[in-house]
Protein backbone atom coordinates (compact mmCIF):
# COMPACT_ATOMS: atom_id res chain seq x y z
CA UNK A 1 0.00 0.00 0.00
CA UNK A 2 1.41 3.27 -0.57
CA UNK A 3 1.36 7.02 1.03
CA UNK A 4 -1.83 7.79 -0.85
CA UNK A 5 -3.62 4.36 -0.49
CA UNK A 6 -2.93 4.28 3.02
CA UNK A 7 -3.80 8.32 3.63
CA UNK A 8 -7.11 6.95 1.87
CA UNK A 9 -7.91 4.10 3.64
CA UNK A 10 -7.35 5.97 7.41
CA UNK A 11 -9.22 9.34 5.99
CA UNK A 12 -12.14 6.70 5.19
CA UNK A 13 -11.97 4.95 8.83
CA UNK A 14 -11.32 7.99 11.05
CA UNK A 15 -14.34 10.20 9.23
CA UNK A 16 -16.43 7.48 7.73
CA UNK A 17 -16.67 8.14 4.13
CA UNK A 18 -18.27 6.42 1.49
CA UNK A 19 -17.02 3.06 0.74
CA UNK A 20 -15.80 4.74 -2.88
CA UNK A 21 -14.30 7.63 -1.18
CA UNK A 22 -11.81 9.71 -0.52
CA UNK A 23 -11.32 9.20 -4.34
CA UNK A 24 -7.75 10.24 -5.78
CA UNK A 25 -8.92 14.01 -6.46
CA UNK A 26 -10.54 14.10 -3.29
CA UNK A 27 -7.75 12.87 -1.87
CA UNK A 28 -5.58 15.66 -4.06
CA UNK A 29 -7.38 18.36 -2.54
CA UNK A 30 -7.38 17.26 0.94
CA UNK A 31 -3.80 16.95 1.26
CA UNK A 32 -3.68 20.34 -0.64
CA UNK A 33 -5.67 21.92 1.66
CA UNK A 34 -4.01 20.51 4.63
CA UNK A 35 -0.09 21.36 3.40
CA UNK A 36 -1.46 24.45 2.91
CA UNK A 37 -2.42 24.94 6.65
CA UNK A 38 1.12 23.10 7.60
CA UNK A 39 3.06 25.92 5.40
CA UNK A 40 1.43 28.88 7.41
CA UNK A 41 2.94 26.68 10.29
CA UNK A 42 -0.25 25.66 11.59
CA UNK A 43 -0.91 22.29 12.89
CA UNK A 44 -4.22 20.74 11.78
CA UNK A 45 -6.40 20.16 14.41
CA UNK A 46 -8.91 17.25 14.42
CA UNK A 47 -11.75 19.85 13.78
CA UNK A 48 -9.13 21.02 10.94
CA UNK A 49 -9.08 17.80 9.29
CA UNK A 50 -12.68 16.65 9.65
CA UNK A 51 -14.02 20.30 7.48
CA UNK A 52 -11.60 19.26 5.24
CA UNK A 53 -12.35 16.29 4.61
CA UNK A 54 -16.08 17.17 4.73
CA UNK A 55 -15.74 19.61 2.20
CA UNK A 56 -14.50 17.18 -0.46
CA UNK A 57 -16.21 14.21 0.81
CA UNK A 58 -19.95 15.61 1.50
CA UNK A 59 -21.03 11.85 3.17
CA UNK A 60 -18.03 11.56 5.79
CA UNK A 61 -19.64 10.69 8.85
CA UNK A 62 -22.74 8.85 7.46
CA UNK A 63 -20.51 5.65 7.21
CA UNK A 64 -18.91 3.55 10.33
CA UNK A 65 -16.18 0.97 9.73
CA UNK A 66 -15.78 -1.79 12.69
CA UNK A 67 -12.54 -2.57 13.82
CA UNK A 68 -9.70 -0.47 15.78
CA UNK A 69 -9.31 3.68 14.48
CA UNK A 70 -5.58 3.86 14.07
CA UNK A 71 -5.77 6.96 12.43
CA UNK A 72 -4.38 9.62 14.79
CA UNK A 73 -3.86 13.11 13.52
CA UNK A 74 -0.02 12.77 13.40
CA UNK A 75 0.06 10.12 11.11
CA UNK A 76 -2.84 11.37 8.90
CA UNK A 77 -0.74 14.46 8.89
CA UNK A 78 2.85 12.35 7.74
CA UNK A 79 1.13 10.92 5.07
CA UNK A 80 -0.37 14.09 3.56
CA UNK A 81 2.74 16.37 3.91
CA UNK A 82 4.81 13.49 1.97
CA UNK A 83 6.25 14.22 -0.93
Partial sequence: MN??????????????????????YQLDRIKQEIQALVAKGIT???????????????DAGRYIYKGADTSDLITL???????
Fill in 77 to 83: MQLATKK
Fill in 3 to 24: NDQELAHRIKIKFGTAPSEPTT
Fill in 44 to 58: PTDKDWADIVKKYCP
